[in-house]
């Protein structure tokens, strides 16, 4: 049965500096649906609109032109504080980089967003070690960014994108620096979170070999998407 829609865009234009002579149009009418429970991916080259769909869909930005619900919330008429606790309590990120705070432990990078939530001390100490539990660092928990390999640091930061239970992970390029056996590990548990916990996943890649793992491959290409396809059954039509 079709489950109900996550994110509804239509004609979703991006341009900036508008009115400008310079002015530049990245998005050209963008049309996308995401049912919950959904893993799919965004592929597309360097500078295809990718990222900027992508800052679009996390409500990191707003469009131009067009229309964005987020279960059913019309993004363009929100306040940017609305925006803000819909990025803390509904999206979590997973960003190349990481983005982990290097002065504190991977346990206190996965409170953080816990801390906005308001949320006691003792109950995020307790959710911040379930979820690095979750991933597999529990053991790491007191260890700073830089006494950890980049596949720790992302499994810390998925770990942090999880603290509020969000509906939506949304997965920037999350094995852009790492090697390949690293990046399947990441890989892997996007897809048991996907399978256990049934969580909406948009992973934006350039990776065809990556988006290949997911259900659904949305391919991107001049700000315009070229291509859709579904799997079913283990294959891609």
Known sequence: MQ???????????????????????????????????????IVG???????????????????TEGTYLLNGQDISKMTDEQLSDIRNQQIGFVFQNFCLIPRMSAVRN???????????????????????????????????PNELSGGQNQRVAIARAM???????????????LDSKTGHLVMDIFHRLHREQHKTIILIT?????????????????????????????ETV
């Open 206 to 234: 350039h990776s065809q070999e990556l988006a290949q793992e997911t259900q659904r491959m949305i391919t991107i290409s001049d700000g315009m998407i070229i291509g859709d396809r579904q799997k079913t059954g283990g």
């Open 110 to 144: 996965v409170e953080i967003p816990l801390m906005y939530a308001n949320l006691p001390a003792k109950k995020r100490r307790e959710r911040a070690m379930e979820l690095l539990d979750l991933v597999g660092m529990s053991d790491r928990a007191n260890h700073k």
């Open 45 to 63: 080259e360097s500078g295809s609109g990718k990222s900027t769909l992508m800052n679009m869909i996390g409500a990191l930005d707003r469009p």
């Open 163 to 177: 603290a509020n239970d969000p509906e939506i992970l949304l997965a920037d390029e999350p094995t852009g620096a």
């Open 3 to 41: 489950g109900k829609n996550v994110i509804d865009m239509h004609g979703i234009v991006k341009r900036y500096y508008v009115g400008q002579p310079n002015e530049l149009e990245i998005l050209h009418g963008i049309d996308l649906a995401v049912t919950e429970g959904e893993f799919i991916s």
